[in-house]
């Protein structure tokens, strides 16, 4: 079975300050990884996907195998990245997505 | 184009009452989802169907049902809603898969509260 792990529900810091949400799985063949994000009053949106290996918005995350995690990474948080962050896991050729429970992020000034 | 589009906005229910919860896209997308938001939960797959004609079951299926109308429209109906079904319910669709490509585009959601 297929699952994903977020272990912080709410993590608060300070403008400026570098941000780590983290998110572990556990699938027995190739995953594919993605971080949506939740704005207040909004709906959900793709941040960003591990096999496109970008920078959306600041963030990045990286898929390490050997430890099984996709942590979202940003090095100076702001305000406006305040949001319930969700990773998720598909498997590769499949359509349906497993999300973790979700991180509140808060960034205060 | 309006993407993924939801209705109604709001409802509220008896316990006992049934509804309809409808969804639609224009993004000519084969695949479709319906998913129930529940605070310290997460997002959990209530049905889900992968082409028109097809529907399969999430991981939240008791009480629920689905019909895949045609490629554009896929409902969620409560035969008879509990308590246990207030939750904010989503619907998402994603084009056909391709490695690594498997964006799923969400709708705004519906909150339902069941009395």
């Known amino acids: 079975a297929q699952r994903v792990t977020q272990p912080e529900k709410l993590l608060s810091v300070f403008k400026g300050a570098p941000v780590e949400l983290k998110c572990n799985y556990s699938?027995?063949?190739?995953?594919?990884l993605f971080w949506y994000v939740q704005y207040s009053r909004q709906r959900l949106q793709l941040l960003l996907r591990?096999?496109s290996r970008e920078s959306i918005k600041g963030f990045t995350a990286d898929l390490n195998k050997g430890e099984t995690s996709f942590h979202l990474k940003k090095p100076f948080a702001q305000e406006e990245d305040s949001a319930m962050y969700y990773c998720?896991?598909?498997?590769?050729?499949?359509?349906?997505?497993?999300f973790g429970k979700g991180t509140m992020l808060l960034v205060s000034p | 184009n309006a993407g993924v589009t939801q209705t109604p906005k709001f409802q509220v229910l008896k316990t006992g009452q049934s509804m309809t919860l409808q969804c639609a896209q224009d993004?000519?997308?084969?695949?479709m989802y319906w998913y129930r938001q529940d605070p310290g939960m997460g997002l959990r797959l209530i049905y889900y169907?992968?082409?028109?004609?097809?529907?399969d079951k999430g991981e939240v299926p008791n009480g629920y049902n689905v019909s895949r109308l045609n490629k554009r429209e896929f409902s969620l109906r409560l035969e008879s809603a509990a308590p246990s079904q207030t939750s904010v319910y989503f619907c998402?669709?994603?084009?056909?898969?391709?490695?690594?490509?498997?964006?799923?585009?969400f709708g705004p959601g519906t909150r339902l509260t069941v009395l």
């Open positions: 998720a896991l598909s498997g590769r050729g499949y359509s349906t997505l497993t």
């Open positions: 998402a669709s994603s084009p056909p898969g391709r490695e690594g490509r498997n964006e799923q585009f």
């Open positions: 169907s992968a082409s028109e004609g097809t529907t």
């Open positions: 699938y027995s063949g190739s995953p594919e």
């Open positions: 591990h096999i």
């Open positions: 993004m000519n997308h084969n695949s």
